[in-house]
């Protein structure tokens, strides 16, 4: 009873603390152009550029809906800051996806992560599979001077006008892909391999600019290894994928899902953690998060590391986990030092997190949290494994972003989106600042505000690793609408905000474009 008592009075506390949560999963058709907008207080000078975000924007078609917040139909975002004046334009990526449903006032065959109500992957079967999957909204890059969007399967959306307007879709060599007709050049992989997983959503740049990718390359269990393949795309050829190094996987394994890769100074990390595509279920029509992905407890995680002078590959293993994003990745002495945001292999990760069934108020503060895991693999091949934040397990911060001039150095600084925060249910976000060398611990939290995540952008000439500001949006559970503000990285103190009169949907990833310099990732 007394127990009880607790968690009732705990309830009533934090009831008031997450109103309009689920309206951030909710369509906003609205679109707009070079809105100019309303600053309250004072932007810095020294910032002037392009911040980029997309993510889904329309969950219904006719009178069909989609039973996943990643699901929906994408939109792009664009903040643009000159000389202290913002103007904002939000806009419906023309996909040939987004195309068809709306000609057809219907969720047509695509990739999805979760079944639509009422149901339809099933019905489509292995059409889904085949369908135009070019509903691109997980990051905004420019590969030299091409602005691209990109996502966690080969397909990628080359866009011009400040990422307005689609040019060219390219896509794997597959039977359904000469709907978008411009096919992927350069590397073939092997009759009967099917390699249409990476890391297209978080590629990286090496010293040339090149934008260098992973992807999982599996065919039928009939005895054949399977391998990932690293390539690049090299500036004013984006459509070449340019083979760098092919690395067989242990057999007995498949190649990972993977959402991301590490780096640093001297290797490419692969990190393959045990979440696999179970094409015989996505051949049934099983959505990403219902079985079209699958990640069996009691698997390792295994990293491949190819050396970037001579292209030899070391492979250690560490026990299991599932990751969501990479934090920064270094050499320490001889030592590769790798921190991530993760989630345990029994939760599945953030997949089946972001069923909109599973965001319900009955459904997500019950839900495991993520944690943020430091793993160092020593140069003997032996390796050590611990929680990043020793105060703060089960911190559940998503979406890290650090100061980008330390991108594969040593570091202390991290922000980041924390769900959960003080101990409250899932639905209370806030923006945080981890310093994981002092223990320095910094939150912006207001009741029934949901941040998305921020992009660091540093000061000219700054000394100090957290001087700089922070940008990213906010919606108001309140009043339904979304405003875009600007904070002191150190303080994490509001220096100033700017209304965009309408809402944002949960949104994703986020760059940032100075003016007339190189792009900040």
């Known amino acids: 009873m007394r127990a009880f008592g607790a968690a009732a009075f705990l309830g009533a506390a934090f009831a008031d603390q997450d109103v309009g949560f689920e309206d951030w999963f909710s369509s906003e058709l609205r679109e707009v152009n070079g809105q100019v907008l309303t600053v309250d207080g004072t932007i810095p000078d020294y910032l002037n550029g392009l911040f ?25 975002h664009k903040i643009h800051v000159a000389n202290g004046q913002v103007t904002f334009s939000s806009n419906f990526l023309q996909s040939q996806f ?18 639509t109500h009422p149901k339809s992957r099933a019905v489509y079967g292995p059409l889904n599979g085949l369908g135009p999957n070019d509903n691109n909204y997980i990051k905004p890059v420019k590969i030299g001077g091409q602005e691209a969007a990109t996502c966690d399967t080969m397909f990628l959306t080359l866009l011009d006008t400040d990422f307005g307007n689609i040019t060219k879709q390219i896509a794997p060599m597959l039977p359904g892909a000469s709907l978008l007709k411009n096919h992927w050049k350069g590397y073939v992989p092997p009759p009967g391999y099917l390699c249409i997983q990476g890391t297209m959503a978080h590629g990286t740049e090496d010293a040339d600019g090149d934008y260098v990718v992973t992807m999982g390359c599996q065919t039928a269990d009939i005895g054949l290894p399977q391998h990932y393949v690293l390539f690049k795309m090299e500036p004013g050829n984006v459509q070449k994928r340019v083979h760098m190094k092919t ?54 995680t295994m990293f491949h590391l190819v050396n970037k002078e001579d292209n030899s590959v070391r ?17 320490d002495g001889d030592d590769v030092v790798m921190d991530f945001s993760t989630y345990s292999v029994e939760s599945g ?15 997500r503060d019950s839900w495991p949290k993520g944690d943020l895991t430091r793993v160092t693999i020593h140069a003997d091949g032996t390796t050590e494994q611990k929680v990043l934040l020793a105060d703060e397990p089960l911190a559940d911060i998503e979406l890290p972003c650090i100061n980008p001039n330390l991108y594969t150095k040593k570091y202390c600084v991290m922000w980041g989106v924390q769900f959960s925060h003080g101990g409250r249910g899932m639905g209370a976000t806030a923006v945080v600042k981890r310093n994981i060398c002092t223990g320095e611990a910094k939150s912006l939290y207001n009741d029934n505000e949901y941040v998305s995540e921020p992009r660091f952008v540093p000061r000219p000439g700054a000394t100090e690793e957290d001087d700089g500001v922070l940008i990213g949006m906010v ?14 990285a150190s303080s994490l103190e509001v220096v100033a905000t700017a209304p965009l009169g309408m809402k944002v949907p949960f949104p994703i990833h986020t760059t940032w474009f100075p003016d007339g310099e190189e792009v900040v990732v």
């Open 52 to 76: 980029v975000q997309t993510g889904p924007a329309q969950f219904e078609m006719g009178d069909m809906k989609f039973g996943h917040a990643l699901d929906g139909y994408a939109k792009t």
């Open 98 to 115: 987004y195309k068809d449903s709306k000609k057809k006032n219907k969720i047509t065959a695509s990739m999805l992560a979760a079944e």
């Open 247 to 300: 690395v067989t996987v242990p057999k007995g394994r498949r190649p990972s899902y993977m959402h991301q890769n590490a780096e640093t100074e001297t290797d490419w990390v692969i990190v393959g953690t045990p979440t696999y595509m179970d094409f015989v279920n996505v051949l049934q029509g099983k959505g990403l998060a219902e079985g079209g992905l699958v990640s069996p407890v009691g698997d390792d």
């Open 315 to 331: 492979t250690v293993h560490t026990p299991g986990f599932l990751m969501g994003h990479v934090i920064n990745s270094f050499n």
């Open 349 to 363: 990760g953030f997949f089946p997190r972001y069923i909109l069934e599973n965001l319900s108020k009955e459904n």
């Open 475 to 488: 919606f108001d559970g309140i009043t339904k609408q979304t405003r875009v503000q600007f904070v002191d």
